[in-house]
């Protein structure tokens, strides 16, 4: 079973106060960023670009998409490779 106490403090309250795409892509990043580094890829930022004239769900439900197609090509490739500083010199 579920930790409730522990989804409820990581989770990010975004649909019930709307904002900028961009507020809540910078906010995914600043939450999760270290453990999902998908989120600096440029492709969110184009990602906010098509959708920054839209609502702001669709927007989200996108940028969702979008982790859901990461999670699922990252679970097929080996895991990477990092030199001492864990920066840099990526290898798959």
């Known amino acids: ?11 990010l309250d975004i649909l ?4 900028d795409l ?8 600043r939450k999760w960023g270290r453990e999902v580094p998908a989120l600096f890829s440029p492709r969110f930022d ?3 670009t098509q959708y920054i004239r839209l ?3 669709q927007g989200v439900s996108a940028l969702g ?3 859901d197609l990461y999670a699922g090509v990252s679970a097929l490739l080996p ?6 500083s864990g920066r840099g010199n990526i290898k798959r």
């Open 46 to 48: 184009e990602i906010n």
């Open 65 to 67: 998409s979008e982790l």
């Open 1 to 11: 079973m579920p930790d409730w106490k522990q989804v409820l403090e990581n989770a």
């Open 79 to 84: 895991p990477l490779e990092t030199g001492n």
């Open 22 to 29: 961009s507020d809540t892509l910078a906010e995914f990043q």
């Open 16 to 19: 019930k106060y709307p904002g």
């Open 55 to 57: 609502p702001h769900e």
